[in-house]
């Protein structure tokens, strides 16, 4: 059973794209993040021509989440955190979607990126991890083979970074988020990626600016969180660099875990 993250940086100008990644690595499922559609916008069609059925979580321009599972439906679990945006009166933002496919608990997360620190936004992505927390311990509770994956703009560790003096000041590396990361690791989640690549220098993630595709100046900010019950499972993970490199591509690449039947 593969499963996959890909944030997609808006469906509509990506879909191209994003069918042929679909039709040359066929996920078992596959997560979008940043969907930027609303939800009667969200072009179904073109996945149920794939075979895919999809279930989805829409926001205009911005955020957006969907689950996609190849010729079977996604059981929709829970949506949303119950947490608010960090302006007064927004209402929360489509972040979180969670979903059983083939036995596995799929948890589909754009977690918010914080940016600038330190401030509101920052305190909403802290408090927003406090709550992505508690809803995982819950789900180790009942002991549901679990994959919790998407883009959660955290660089975990300074080998996850082509240079740590460049993100240093960043939200994605403060060690409030780094510290909100680990706690979930220390709940006993198995970071898939690390797992297999323990020396790091592993990227999801190139800016559009700088040149940053073409230098290879890349970090990891897409993670794969395992279950002990999915972590048994475990035969392999990796990213899907090439795609990065296409004509209008996401500025993050896929990322994939292979899990034993």
């Known amino acids: 059973m593969k499963i996959a993250s890909f944030n997609i940086n808006g469906i509509k100008a990506r879909l191209p794209r994003l069918k042929e990644w679909l039709a040359e690595t066929r996920p078992t499922v596959a997560c979008l993040q940043e969907v930027k559609s609303q939800d009667e916008n969200f072009p179904v069609s073109e996945f149920e021509e794939l075979g895919y059925q999809a279930i989805w979580h829409g926001q205009k321009s911005f955020n957006g989440v969907a689950i996609l599972a190849d010729g079977t439906a996604p059981v929709e679990a829970k949506r ?5 945006g960090p302006k007064e009166g927004e209402g929360e933002q489509a972040r979180y979607l969670e979903a059983d496919v083939n036995g596995v608990r799929v948890c589909n997360l754009y977690l918010p ?7 509101p936004k920052f305190d909403y992505k802290i408090a927003w991890m406090k709550l992505l927390r508690e809803r995982l311990q819950e789900l180790w509770a009942q002991e549901i083979p679990t994959v ?4 959660f703009n ?3 560790h300074d080998n996850d970074v082509w240079a740590v003096k460049a993100m240093q000041n960043d939200a ?3 060690p409030e988020s780094r510290d909100a990361y680990f ?5 006993g989640w198995t970071d898939a990626l690390r797992t297999l690549n323990p020396r790091g220098g592993v990227w999801t993630y190139w800016d559009y600016q700088a040149g940053a595709w073409q230098r290879d100046h890349g970090f990891r900010i897409d993670h794969i969180l395992l279950s002990p019950e999915c972590a048994d499972r475990l035969v392999a993970a990796g990213v899907d660099k090439d795609h990065r490199g296409r ?4 500025d993050h690449a896929p990322v994939w ?4 039947d």
């Open 80 to 84: 949303g955190l119950g947490i608010n």
């Open 113 to 119: 990126n914080g940016n600038p620190h330190p401030g």
């Open 148 to 151: 919790v994956l998407g883009d």
């Open 154 to 156: 955290v660089i975990p």
């Open 172 to 174: 994605l590396m403060q």
């Open 183 to 187: 706690r979930l690791l220390d709940d």
């Open 247 to 250: 004509e209008k591509a996401s």
């Open 257 to 260: 875990v292979e899990l034993r």
